[in-house]
Every structure is written in structure tokens, then in C-alpha cells.
């Protein structure tokens, strides 16, 4: 098969695989999710079944866990949560009458002193800033919630999610054989080699991601929590699970609980100590974490997975978050695929048939 024929047919499936998210990515958040987990208990299955179970006990069983376990989780935590939430609200006209009456007078008189040259330029920029930031949230927040977290994939998420999970994971050794079967047979060992790859890739970042943002989810927390802050709680959870999206987490953490701190405390101390939470947490990320959990093996650079649930969130949105990752990891290791034939070929030698040819 000629090459140009293969790249129109590699191009005509990318192709398609867009138009199907642009067109059914509102339905398509309980079929993600139920496909994601079952990838992901798979390992579990067939652990399972090697102790002797059969494949549909083994999936049974995993699935009436994860349902029980998620259902602990929702009845623990939401309401710690949501308690925290309601109180916030509660206190926040008391916020605003502390920045009313203590911090704007303070950066009002600090801006007294500027240059009022440089004071309206500052403001320019601010706000043309301001309101793009505000926007490109607001895409992706609208884009989300109409893909993703609308109440009736809600329910779906919640209904059929474990409907999909229990027959994907029931009958997935034969979905992927069914698939290998599929394979050109001249081409098999390559692909098989390179979806291989994808899957060590994968499935390295997300069990390594997942255990940082637990362990970052639970020091935030409980410091935060110790340290005295309102609603530290909410704050250093959701702080470690935003940490998904590397060091989005920490800095959007810190900005907040500073602010929250500056409002709460009269001194720096408390400012500082809860600052230092932070900063702690991500130099403990980046300096034990990351090498005991993810490694050399991932091969994701963070630019590249801030770009990528990025892009999937404004393209498609909740659905783009859950698939820009796995996306990301089969764009990461086609590209190295295709830069190591590159360099074995007589196009970056010069002519020549490989490396050790003059």
C-alpha cells in the first residue's frame, strides 16, 4: 500500500474520530467514564482471575467495590464539604465589607504615589487581561456544563456509568483481542509494540498523578485545617485534585488561601504560614513525588499536559478533560515513533541507508 494511501486513511480516521466528539460529546461522558474505569480495573479482574474467579465474579465484585467505595466517599466527604461551602456563602458580605473598608483604602493610597501615566497603563493592561481570562473561563465552564455536567448526564453519569463499567470490564480480553484481530497482519508487531507504549504511558501517569493528588489532597487539608484557616478543608482538597493539571493546584491554592488568610488574620505570620503550606507541597511534589510516582516511564512533559486538557476542555469540554490526557499520551508516543524512523531514514542521513552507512 502506497504511503500517501496509508496517510489518507490514518487522516481519514482522525477525521472522523472529530466529527463523532463534535457531534455526540453531550452523551458521551457516561460511555468515557464507564470505558475509563474499566481500563483501569482490569488489572484487578484479571489478578482475580488468576486466584479463581471466573471473569464475571471477578468483574462483579470490583464493580459492587468501586460502587460502595465511591458511595463512602459521597457520604463522608460531601458533607464536610458542602457544610464548608454553605458557610462560605454565609461570610462572604463580611469578605467583601473587609476589602471594602481595609484593602481597597490601602491600594488606593499605595496608587497614589504612582506615576498616573503608569497607573492607567497598568489598568489597561489589567483589564483587557481580565476580561480574557474571564471569557476563556467562562468558554470552558459553559462548554463543560453543557457537555458534561448537565443534570441529565448527571444521572447518566450516575445510572449507566456502572452499567458500562461492569460489561467493558467483563468482556475487555476479548474486546482486545477482537481489535488485535483487526490489525494489519504485516504491521501488527509495530502497532502492538506502540499501543504497548501507550498504555505504560497511561496507565504510569495516571495511577502516579492520581496517588500525588490524593497525598497532596490530604497535606493541604489537614495543614490548612490544623493552621486555623476558614474552609481550609474545601480549599486543600480541591487544591490536590486540581493538582490533576500540574501546579495549577498549588499556585490557584495559594492565591486563594493567601487571600482568605490576609482577610482572616491581622499578621503576616498566618499569611506566611499558610503560604509555606503551599509551597511546601509542590516542592515535596517536585522533588519526591513526581520521581517515586511517575518517573522516567511517563515521558509527558507537564507544557504539554496543561496544553492538552486545555485544548480538550475549550474543543469538547468535560469529555475533552477526561480524553486529553490518553490523547496526549498517544500523540507523545506516535511522535517519538515517528522521530526515531525519521532518523533512521536516508531523509535525515543525507541519502545514506542508516547510521553506519557513508
Not at 502506497?2 to 486513511?9: E, K, L, P, Q
Not at 495543614?223 to 485534585?241: C, M
Not at 517515586?292 to 469529555?319: C, D, N, Q, T
Request: glycine letters at 10%.
Amino acid at each position: 500500500m502506497a504511503i500517501r494511501t496509508r496517510a489518507a486513511i490514518w487522516l481519514g480516521i482522525a477525521a472522523f474520530i472529530l466529527v463523532f466528539l463534535a457531534f455526540l460529546s453531550d452523551i458521551l461522558l457516561p460511555f468515557v467514564a464507564g470505558m475509563a474505569v474499566a481500563y483501569f480495573l482490569d488489572p484487578v479482574a484479571d489478578r482475580l482471575e488468576k486466584w479463581g474467579c471466573s471473569r464475571t465474579l471477578a468483574t462483579t465484585l470490583i464493580t459492587l467495590g468501586f460502587i460502595l467505595i465511591s458511595a463512602g466517599i459521597i457520604v463522608f466527604v460531601v458533607p464536610l464539604l458542602y457544610g464548608q461551602i454553605i458557610d462560605f456563602l454565609r461570610r462572604l458580605p463580611e469578605y467583601v465589607a473587609t476589602i471594602r473598608t481595609d484593602v481597597l483604602p490601602a491600594v488606593q493610597q499605595w496608587l497614589a504615589g504612582l506615576d498616573p501615566s503608569q497607573v492607567d497603563r497598568a489598568e489597561t493592561l489589567i483589564a483587557g487581561f481580565s476580561e480574557r481570562a474571564v471569557n476563556f473561563m467562562i468558554n470552558i465552564l459553559g462548554g463543560i456544563w453543557r457537555s458534561g455536567l448537565g443534570l441529565v448526564n448527571l444521572l447518566a453519569l450516575v445510572f449507566i456509568t456502572p452499567v458500562v463499567t461492569f460489561y467493558l470490564l467483563r468482556d475487555w480480553d476479548r474486546i482486545v483481542a477482537k481489535v488485535d484481530s483487526w490489525l494489519p497482519r504485516d504491521h501488527a508487531p509495530v502497532i502492538r509494540e506502540q499501543l504497548l507504549q501507550i498504555h505504560f504511558t497511561l496507565a504510569a501517569f495516571v495511577r502516579g498523578q492520581g496517588i500525588i493528588c490524593l497525598i497532596l489532597s490530604i497535606f493541604y487539608g489537614i495543614t490548612l485545617t490544623v493552621i486555623g484557616l476558614d474552609f481550609g478543608l474545601v480549599i486543600g482538597i480541591a487544591a490536590g485534585l486540581v493538582s490533576w493539571i500540574p501546579y495549577v493546584g498549588s499556585i490557584g491554592g495559594l492565591a486563594v488561601s493567601v487571600g482568605l488568610a490576609a482577610l482572616q488574620y491581622p499578621d503576616a505570620f498566618h499569611i506566611g504560614l499558610v503560604a509555606g503550606v503551599f509551597i511546601l507541597g509542590q516542592l515535596v511534589a517536585d522533588y519526591f513525588l513526581t520521581p517515586k510516582f511517575l518517573g522516567k516511564r511517563v515521558r509527558l512533559h507537564p507544557v504539554w499536559i496543561i496544553f492538552a486538557m486545555l485544548a480538550g476542555g475549550s474543543l469538547f469540554g468535560f469529555v475533552g478533560l477526561m480524553l486529553s490526557v490518553p490523547l496526549a499520551a498517544v500523540i507523545g508516543v506516535l511522535a517519538r515513533f515517528s522521530i526515531s524512523r525519521y532518523m533512521e531514514s536516508p531523509l535525515y542521513h543525507g541519502g545514506s541507508d542508516g547510521p553506519g552507512d557513508a
